[in-house]
């Protein structure tokens, strides 16, 4: 049975399971020129992870997606230099980390950011996608938003076709930033 809860609602020893944080660093995929591929991310991110902002979907005890998301200036993933020095070197390092905060900075711009979503592959084409979506929404509306807004890749289809079928209308197409995206809304009730 599909759970979906808050990543800070879980037991202490549960929020630090490394397969939770390595689900989530699977996202952004689409900044990998900047922060590398996933067993990167991982290194570069899951010291600081803001389990206040990941709704998690559980298929009985078995972590198969998230939705991230972003208000208040805080998303899923703290700021942290160190790992990204560590990881590339001083230069390339400090380089990719202002790269990386300039990213994060530009969507504070939205009251309420629909961050990154994902579905382990095993687990797709069963609704868990559309589960996580519905809880954002409403995760959303409790905390007092009246929109949630998203960026979606352009040619991602699968993900646009399943926000438009929860609620979400297309808006503008931006060349900025890179990769470019489609920005997406939906009004909550
Ligand atoms: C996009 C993504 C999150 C969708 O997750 P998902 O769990 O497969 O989504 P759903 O199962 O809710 O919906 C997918 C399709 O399955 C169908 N479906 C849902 N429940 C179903 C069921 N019980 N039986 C058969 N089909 C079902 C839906 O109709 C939907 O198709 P549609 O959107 O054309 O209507 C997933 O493909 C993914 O993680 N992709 C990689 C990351 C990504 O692109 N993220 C989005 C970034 S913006």
Redesign the pocket.
Known sequence: MLRIVLGSDLAQERATDPALAQLLTQGRGSLAFLIGDTDCRFRLLAGAIHWDRVLLAFDGEQPV?FAAFKHRRRGPFGLQWRPFVREFGVLSGAVRFVGFCLSEVREWRYPFLLY????AKV????????ALVQACCAHAAGQGFHNVELE??LG?A??E??YL?NGFALRRERWVPFPPVRNMSRTLP
Do not use: E, I, K, Q
């Not at 990154?116 to 579905?119: A, K, M």
């Not at 687990?123 to 559309?130: C, D, P, S, T």
């Open positions: 997606g990154g979503l994902r579905v687990a797709r084409n069963r609704g868990v996608g559309a979606v890749p991602n699968r993900a076709r399943l079928h």
